[in-house]
């Protein structure tokens, strides 16, 4: 009888350990799903975060150079001061001379940045470039729909990031290389957008837009 009982107790523990294997499968599913649950919500938050803000910059510009001419002077510091950007995303240097100015402008995104600058690429002078440079790709496609829809975005150009900047004033690297996307008063080509948006996992955005 105890050669019995010890039997019905080896059996009852080999069945424990296969529950307690199957428990800690599910349990690690459940932490795996959990981690890209919530790495998926950051990432909408940031995208939603990133659109509010190239709007809002977007208008601020507008609202900055209203009545003028043209944009000639835009540039980060110029720009910064007209709080196109929130203070506490702007990197700033003071020279030997005590003179600051703004070196970059931090995006959305980790290790993404924004820049703005009147669009000395055609004369007169009276559009900007915005680029949103070094974004993930799944920001792409939002942040282009968005943009396309702004009534005083013009030319938009998108492609594969390029780890050198774009020269203050024009389109750089994204002119030659990129694609483009919506052209001058046109519609959106979401076909050429699709293709841009997947040039890559990080992605570079150029806009031209016209000052109200």
């Known amino acids: 009888m105890n050669q019995n009982n010890s039997k019905s107790i080896a059996r009852q523990q080999g069945f424990t350990l296969v529950e307690l294997g199957i428990s800690m499968v599910l349990i690690a599913s459940m ?14 938050a940031a995208i939603n975060a990133a659109i509010a803000s190239t709007t809002i910059s977007l208008n601020q510009a507008n609202a900055g150079f209203a009545g003028m001419t043209t944009t000639t002077g835009a540039n980060l510091t110029t720009l910064a001061a007209m709080n196109i950007w929130p203070k506490e995303r702007l990197v700033k240097s ?15 995104f980790s290790g993404s940045e ?38 005083n975005t013009l030319t938009i150009y998108a492609g594969a990031h390029s780890e ?38 990080s992605i570079d955005i150029a806009i031209e837009f016209d000052k109200s």
């Open 31 to 44: 932490v795996l799903a959990g981690f890209y649950i919530i790495k998926r919500i950051r990432t909408d």
């Open 94 to 108: 003071t020279n030997a001379s005590g003179v600051t100015a703004v070196d970059k402008v931090m995006g959305q």
């Open 114 to 151: 924004e820049m703005m600058w009147a669009n000395t690429t055609v004369t007169p002078v009276g559009t900007f470039v915005y680029h949103l440079w070094n974004i993930p790709q799944e920001a792409c496609m939002p942040l282009i729909k968005n943009l396309a829809a702004h009534p």
């Open 164 to 201: 050198t900047k774009p020269p203050s004033g024009g389109i750089g690297h994204i002119y030659s290389d990129g694609i483009k996307v919506k052209a001058g008063t046109g519609a959106l080509s979401l076909t050429n957008a699709g293709t841009a948006c997947n040039k890559g996992n």
